[in-house]
């Protein structure tokens, strides 16, 4: 025997509605916290990236750190790479070296930005409240205009010259008053 339920609509244990019940009609806020995390994320990474670089160039202004990374990077390729000769050797030790110049760089860039995890939590946190309210307004102010259009265009069409003319000065107001885009959006 097979029960089916009575409506699709369902319940968690506080009594709300689960989110499959909302309506897909509706357009959803496109910002989320995850989001402006990840952007803070990748732009303090990028700065982090910014300081290992200046940071390695302070260190290589004396010549004894860059014998002693050359000679790490020969130790690397004379353990990896006990055949190679001449022309390939060198560019063996060559890209050792600049992988070790650019595992120095990933290194001070992954510390930084475990550094500012804690500020970029809360400024994401920040960013996202006020990012989601901004386009919240938008959306609904979106919604608002388009159902005042699907209004219009219905009267419209039944209506008298006089009525029609009246109309077309309200859609023209309508055009003056129309919903600006949120900053941050511009912006991108």
């Known amino acids: 025997m097979?029960?089916?339920?009575?409506s699709n609509i369902s319940y968690n244990s506080f009594g709300a509605k689960s989110k499959d019940s909302v309506n897909k009609n509706e357009p959803s806020n496109p910002?989320?916290?995850?989001?402006?995390?990840?952007?803070l994320a990748g732009a303090t990474f990028i700065a982090g990236l910014?300081?290992?670089a200046k940071l390695l160039f302070e260190l290589l202004d004396g010549d004894f750190v860059l014998e002693d990374i050359g000679d790490a990077a020969g130790k690397i390729v004379e353990k990896q790479h006990k055949d190679a000769k001449g022309a390939k050797k060198m560019l063996l030790q060559l890209g050792a070296f600049g992988g070790l110049l650019a595992m120095f760089v990933g290194a001070v860039a992954f510390?930084?930005?475990i550094y500012k995890a804690p500020n970029i939590n809360y400024n994401g946190n920040i960013n996202a409240f006020k990012k989601g309210?901004?386009?919240?307004?938008y959306i609904?102010?979106?919604?608002?205009?388009?159902?005042?259009?699907?209004q219009m265009n219905e009267k419209a069409k039944s209506a008298t010259p006089e009525e029609k003319a009246k109309l077309q000065e309200q859609y023209m107001q309508m055009q003056l008053a129309k919903n600006?885009?949120?900053d941050f959006v511009r912006n991108l």
């Open 180 to 182: 600006r885009v949120p």
């Open 31 to 39: 910002i989320t916290k995850g989001g402006e995390k990840a952007k």
């Open 50 to 52: 910014g300081l290992g």
């Open 133 to 137: 309210k901004d386009m919240d307004v």
């Open 111 to 113: 510390v930084y930005t």
């Open 2 to 6: 097979r029960i089916s339920p009575v």
């Open 140 to 150: 609904k102010g979106n919604t608002a205009e388009k159902e005042i259009y699907t």
